[in-house]
């Protein structure tokens, strides 16, 4: 096969492995969305302050340290344990419920029966604030995010493709485990959404408040676990993105990235998120090694928001997203 | 509470139960507004009840204070003979208290049997743990639910549409899905909130007869709400009449037919 032909396979494979990534953020976005029809602003926040918990609570840091230091004139930053990775991972998990009990108590559940572009606004205020107060709770520094994820070249791609083709693919092993992890995450969530109690329940109270409450849905537990969920995604993709680039504020602007996804595969599928994810994924890394040279590159910039714009004018709903149903 | 145990027999020879609702002395107030006023009655085991009366009389708010959307200003509510402390509209529907709405309040997006499945989540055991497994339990569940579900389909002849996301569907039979999405939650009472509203005479009619077939197949208690007078008429077994929220009539149709100020609320009163 010519070099030429074997690099576009690598850049594919490179690109659908970082579609992955993209499809990680976009999905807690879908499931908010999809259950209770706000674009949550603060799903990448919502991962940044994941990745940052997870990362203090493994590291023994003392939460507030600045804080009880600067008040007390204390010296306090780390408890002098550190705590194993799964342990770690299942109290940040804990960590996100919490979060998700509190958003509803002081948010959510004043605003049922609003305009959707109020509740957006909400989580906007919110985004802003657990920037700030994840920084205050486990300082600004940045960290390194370390759970035993296997990192660098994965060697059996590479020699396995170089026994087949004579020209080695060099694949992340880190990518790899997030493109199992996320297969399995999207196979699981589309399951229980589908054809779970509770994933009808979810559809239900997206729909119709009043109805839902008329059939005996507590609107209270759905939203507890929708943003529970939220929150566990939000902690996938903080660990995949924190261990590949380190936890820094800049994991929140992750977000960004997720929109154009969702205009692709339409805010309201799960599959949708995935298939919109490796579009782009692929399509800014192709369009980079076929034309970027010739423009001047730099073109993983930009590319993604043009598919988007070109999406919205002739697909608005998205891939997969929901017929925009009015009768006439 | 009296006569709970005896009954009455209807016009048409059904025998009526003991007293399933009563609602006493209850008052509704909105800041100044007072849109109920200390009225009381009861609802039988069984029976088809009726509330009428002119726009605006206090109707829907009585509707939902049995639903438990609105808490009484004053007043209780015995349910089952006990009293009802106040509770969200959840709870109560969990009780066993059903409803449709005036302006049809279905899930647009979903089709018509996840609509109508909905309708059975108060009675789906399975926790969401294994749920979210989709262990033996929960699948054998499911199955359950289904099978009673394809009853109600059957029974109230929407077979055809059932896979249809509900926002296609006209008017009429919306109005079907929203009342077999309440029966499949096998109510102890049935709240009808304007069921014929909009309704051609063709619809009208075959919804009065889903009414009357639903009381005499599965014995559900059912109160609605109505403007037709004639409809009411023919289906209710007893009626209460509301005008500027009180109770000015209660009885069989017969009787509040020929009462003198259900007349007069109904057809105005020369004031002189």
């Known amino acids: ?82 705590v194993p990775s799964v342990l770690a991972i299942i109290l940040t998990a804990g960590v996100m419920v919490g979060l998700a009990v509190i958003i509803e108590k002081l948010v959510l559940k004043h605003l049922v029966n609003q305009a959707p572009i109020i509740l957006f606004m909400a989580t906007i205020g919110l985004a802003y604030f657990l920037e700030g107060f994840g920084d205050v709770m486990w300082g600004a520094d940045i960290k390194k995010l370390d759970v035993g994820l296997p990192q660098g070249i994965s060697e059996t791609v590479e020699s396995v493709t170089d026994s087949i083709f004579g020209y080695g693919f060099f694949i992340d092993n880190l990518d ?14 589309t399951l229980f959404s589908q054809y779970s109690k509770q994933g009808r329940a979810l559809r239900a109270v997206a729909d119709d408040h009043q109805a839902a409450l008329s059939v005996g849905i507590s609107l209270r537990f759905i939203w507890i676990l929708v943003w529970s969920i939220a929150g566990f995604v939000a902690l996938v993709a903080g660990i995949m993105w924190g261990s590949k680039s380190g936890v820094q504020f800049s994991l929140s602007l992750i977000a960004l990235k997720a929109l154009p996804v969702l205009m692709l595969g339409g805010f309201t599928s799960i599959p949708g998120a995935i298939v919109g994810g490796l579009i782009i994924g692929v399509g800014e890394k192709l369009f980079e090694f076929a034309i970027g040279p010739m423009i001047g590159g730099a073109t993983e910039n930009w590319f993604a928001y043009v598919l988007a714009l070109i999406f919205l004018v002739f697909r608005p709903q998205g891939l997969f997203g929901e017929k925009i149903i009015e009768r006439v | 509470m009296n006569d709970m145990s005896d009954g009455y027999i209807t016009a048409d020879g059904r025998q009526i139960g ?5 609602l006493k002395n209850i008052t509704l107030k909105f800041g100044g507004v007072t849109a109920i006023s200390d009225i009381s009655f009861d609802i039988r085991q069984g029976e088809i009840r009726a509330i009428i009366g002119p726009n605006g009389a206090g109707k829907s708010s009585m509707l939902n204070v049995i639903s438990g959307f609105y808490i009484p200003t004053e007043g209780e509510v015995w349910f089952k003979g006990y009293k009802r402390g106040p509770m969200r509209p959840y709870q109560v529907a969990q009780l066993g208290i059903a409803r449709t709405f005036q302006n049809i309040a279905l899930f647009d997006g979903m089709s018509v049997l996840d609509n109508i499945m909905t309708g059975r989540l108060t009675l789906m055991k399975s926790g969401l743990l294994s749920q979210a497994m989709w262990w033996g339990s929960a699948s054998k569940e499911e199955d359950e639910h289904r099978e009673k579900v394809e009853k109600i389909i059957d029974f109230l002849e929407i077979q055809p549409i059932r896979k249809t996301p509900v926002g296609r569907l006209p008017y009429g039979l919306k ?98």
């Not at chain 1, 790899?176 to 969530?189: D, E, F, P, R």
Request: glycine fraction near 8%; hydrophobic fraction near 55%; aromatic fraction near 8%.
């Open chain 1, 176 to 189: 790899i485990v997030a493109t199992v992890v996320a297969v399995l995450l999207v196979t699981a969530l």
């Open chain 2, 18 to 22: 003991g007293v399933l609702m009563e």
């Open chain 2, 175 to 272: 109005k079907r899905v929203e009342l077999a999405r309440a029966l499949a939650a096998e109510p102890k009472i049935l709240l009808l909130d304007e069921p014929m509203a909009g309704m051609n005479v063709e619809e009208k009619e075959d919804m009065c007869r889903f009414i009357l077939d639903v009381n005499d197949e599965f014995g559900t208690t059912i109160v609605l709400i109505e403007h037709d007078m004639g409809v009411v008429m023919d289906l209710s077994d007893r009626v209460v009449v509301m005008d500027y929220g009180r109770k000015i009539g209660d009885g069989p149709p017969d009787e509040v037919r020929n009462n003198q100020d259900v007349i007069d609320a109904y057809l105005g009163v020369a004031h002189d």
């Open chain 1, 1 to 82: 096969m010519p070099d030429q032909l074997l690099f576009a396979m690598e850049v594919t494979l490179n690109g659908l492995m970082a579609g992955v990534m993209y499809a990680l953020v976009a999905l807690g976005f879908v499931l908010i969305y999809k259950a209770s029809g706000i674009f949550n602003y603060a799903q990448g926040v919502l991962a940044l302050f994941a990745a940052l918990t997870l990362v203090g609570i493994q590291q023994g840091q003392v939460p507030f340290a600045h804080l009880i230091n600067a008040m007390t004139g204390m010296h306090v930053s780390h408890f002098g344990w550190t």
